[in-house]
């Protein structure tokens, strides 16, 4: 099997890849508003005794501090980082023929959009695990 036949393997149908974003997009912030009440009533209620929050207070919150924090991206400097890092990386022999295939495929692959995503449920998963080790065996 030759890395083309491998990689036509490995491709997904086109709706797969939707309800994988669709979920992904969706299901993280209410994942994250889960987290955010956890947290909220494990640390903050106890340490400033304040009221717990409920699930659903927990999402608004987080809509409103989404609403509110700057949301804009430099995608102009994330490209041209990346330019810089493949021209340093990619042999000179070689840079012409990336380049090229770059400029034909004119398309962002469809992970990268959710990358961010899985990122964020990462580090939220992380972030659970910690404060329940913390409020479990240290308070």
């Excluded at 990689?7 to 994250?32: D, H, I, Q, S």
């Excluded at 209620?45 to 700057?70: C, E, N, T």
């Excluded at 991206?73 to 994330?78: G, L, Q, T």
Aim: charged letters at 20%; glycine letters at 4%.
């Amino acid at each position: 099997m030759n890395v083309q036949d491998a990689r036509t393997a490995l491709k997904e149908p086109v709706w797969a890849k939707a309800l994988f974003m669709f979920v992904f997009a969706f299901g993280v912030p209410f994942y994250m508003a889960f987290v955010v009440e956890k947290l909220w009533n494990w640390f903050l209620a106890a340490a400033f005794r304040g009221p717990d929050v409920s699930y659903w207070q927990a999402l608004g919150l987080m809509i409103i501090i989404y609403l509110l924090k700057d949301n804009t991206v430099d995608e102009k400097a994330n490209w041209k980082r990346l330019f810089v890092i493949v021209e340093a990386c990619v042999p000179d022999e070689h840079l012409h023929s990336v380049w090229e295939t770059v400029e034909e495929s004119g398309t962002r692959p469809w992970y990268v959009l959710v990358e961010p995503q899985v990122e964020k449920a990462v580090h939220s998963t992380c972030f659970l695990g910690v404060g329940w080790a913390i409020h479990t065996f240290l308070m």
